[in-house]
């Protein structure tokens, strides 16, 4: 399952704020893998794929909303491995379809659309059993990719780590992408997760629980903070706009403000507020995703930038 797929680099990142507070920035380019099935999308469907095709079937079947990069990157990847492709997607059927869903039929997913309401209860047993009577026998994967197979690849990625650090950061959604982390780092070191969405309580429960599913025991060096959400799931405001403009300016890294941006802004806020100890080394995880931007106009000198 790695053909065309590239391992991430890590890169230092230069800034006159880290000389100031004496800390050292490293991001795991995971944006960096593939063109289209980026990131921690990808580290979440490799061993999905292959629990696929050990089972023997052909289809995949997910969920996802109009916008999503795991729609994208389940659509490429199924192509790329020869799998047929079930998309259902959140609300109604749009009059014009969001650049990530043209591309996800461009790939020859198929589209199925659900009411708000059913989309809520697409994890009850009932409803997948609905959907295997009316679609066929498919593998089924949750939405945004988290499972235990999830963590099995995105552990992986601190194997890949050769330097030693104190901090891991990432950004969260589902939490399935942390959760890999502190599975793979089995207790060692500190983990960060920035939520993207407003005040889950439920978050480091489940990172908990999807934890103790992979490993076989808990492990408490992870925390979440939800300071830096500004209001929600893809929700914006002009200083994170701003602030990727400028990263980007200033790096030559592009970001997305549904995830990275707010992992970014936060850290670096985190860091001007000394929130990490002196000669702190930190990695960030860049889950990439850049395929939002398409969903955000006032970023639209970003979406087709070279880097
Ligand atoms: C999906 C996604 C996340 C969130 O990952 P979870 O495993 O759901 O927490 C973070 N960053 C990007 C770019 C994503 O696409």
Known sequence: MQNSFSESPLQKLEDELFHEKGIELYIKRDDLIHP???GNKWRKLKYNLQQARNNKQHTLLTFGGAYSNHIYATAAAARQFGFKAIGMIRGEEPAVKSATLQFAAEQGMELHYMSRETYRQKEDTTIIEILRMQMGEFYYVPE???????LQGVAEIISEIEIDFDYICTACGT????AGLVAGLKGEKQVLGFSSLKGEDRL????HELVEEYAGERFGDFSI???YHFGGYAKVKPELIQFIKDFHRNHAIRLEPV???KLFYGL???IQRDYFPKDAKIIALHTGGLQGLTG???????????T
Request: aromatic share 14%; hydrophobic share 35%; no cysteine.
């Open 175 to 178: 939490g399935g992408t942390l």
């Open 268 to 270: 670096f806020d985190l």
């Open 296 to 306: 955000f106009p006032e970023l639209a000198e970003l979406q087709n930038a070279k």
């Open 225 to 227: 903070n939800f300071d």
């Open 204 to 207: 480091s429960g489940k990172v």
């Open 36 to 38: 289209h099935v980026q």
């Open 144 to 150: 945004g990719g988290t499972n235990v197979f999830a």
């Open 259 to 261: 995830y990275t941006g």
